[in-house]
C-alpha cells in the first residue's frame, strides 16, 4: 500500500499570505496524484489532478508541482474562502486502490 | 447540470446492514467508474469502494471487504452500496464520486450520507 503523509499537519497563515503545503507518499506514485479542498459540511471538491492540472473553474491562484514521491500544493496568495482542509489524493495502476493523505488543515492565523 | 445525490443513511445497530443509493444526472453515467469515500468523525477521507463503468470490475478497501458490496444500474444512473455486518468503526458520511476518465481523480462529489453504527 502507497501510504501518503502530508505536512504541516496544520498551516496558520493571513488571508495574502502564500500556502505551501507538502505531500510524500512511500513509493513512486504514476501520474495519478490529486489534490482536494473539504470545508466543514461540504463535499471534497477538486483542484489538482495529474499532479499540476488545475480541474475546472479553479483559479490560477492554486498550483501543483512534483513528481515521484514528493509533490506540493501551492496558494499563492491567500483568500478568505481558501481556509479549509487540504488532501493529497493518489492511484494505483492495477488494482485501481485510491489511498488518501490525513490532510492539512489551514486556519487563518 | 451535473449532479450526484446519495440517499439511504440513517442509524443502524451493529451487525445490521444498510444500502446506500447515488443518483447520477447530467453526464453519461455508464462511462465512468464510480466510488464511495467516506469520512469518519473527526477524521481524514477514506476510499471505500469502485466499481467499473460496466460494472464488471469492483475493488474494495480492506477495511470493508467482504462485508459491502458495490453495484450499478446504468439503466437507472444509480450507484449502490450494500452494507452487512456494519461496525462502530463505519460510522461516518458517505460520499459517492465519478471518476475522471483517465486521471485518477474524483471531479464530481454527492454532498454525503450519513450513516451512524450504535446500539
Known amino acids: 500500500e502507497n501510504v501518503l503523509t502530508q505536512s504541516p499537519a496544520t498551516l496558520s497563515l493571513s488571508p495574502g499570505e502564500r500556502a505551501t503545503l507538502s505531500c510524500r507518499a512511500s513509493?513512486?506514485?504514476?501520474?495519478?496524484l490529486a489534490w482536494y479542498q473539504q470545508k466543514p459540511g461540504q463535499a471534497p471538491r477538486l483542484l489538482i489532478y495529474?499532479?499540476?492540472n488545475r480541474a475546472t473553474g479553479i483559479p490560477a491562484r492554486f498550483s501543483g508541482s512534483g513528481s515521484g514521491t514528493d509533490f506540493t500544493l501551492t496558494i499563492s496568495s491567500l483568500e478568505p474562502e481558501d481556509f479549509a482542509v487540504y488532501y493529497c489524493q493518489q492511484r494505483s495502476n492495477w488494482p485501481p486502490i485510491f489511498t488518501f493523505g490525513p490532510g492539512t488543515k489551514v486556519d487563518i492565523k | 447540470e451535473v449532479q450526484l445525490v446519495e440517499s439511504g443513511g440513517g442509524l443502524e445497530q451493529p451487525g445490521g446492514s444498510l444500502r446506500l443509493s447515488c443518483e447520477a444526472s447530467?453526464?453519461?453515467?455508464?462511462?465512468?467508474?464510480m466510488s464511495w469515500v467516506r469520512r469518519a468523525p473527526g477524521k481524514g477521507l477514506e476510499w471505500v469502494s469502485t466499481?467499473?463503468?460496466?460494472?464488471?470490475?469492483?475493488f474494495y478497501a480492506d477495511s470493508v471487504k467482504g462485508r459491502f458490496t458495490i453495484a450499478r444500474d446504468n439503466s437507472k444512473n444509480t450507484l449502490y452500496m450494500q452494507m452487512n455486518s456494519l461496525r462502530a468503526g463505519d460510522t461516518a458520511v458517505y460520499f459517492c464520486?465519478?471518476?475522471?476518465?483517465?486521471?485518477?481523480?474524483?471531479?464530481?462529489w454527492g454532498q454525503g450520507t450519513m450513516v451512524t453504527v450504535s446500539s
Open positions: 464520486a465519478k471518476e475522471t476518465l483517465d486521471d485518477g481523480a474524483f471531479d464530481i
Open positions: 466499481i467499473s463503468g460496466s460494472g464488471g470490475g469492483t
Open positions: 447530467g453526464f453519461t453515467f455508464s462511462n465512468y467508474a
Open positions: 495529474d499532479a499540476s
Open positions: 513509493q513512486s506514485v504514476s501520474s495519478y
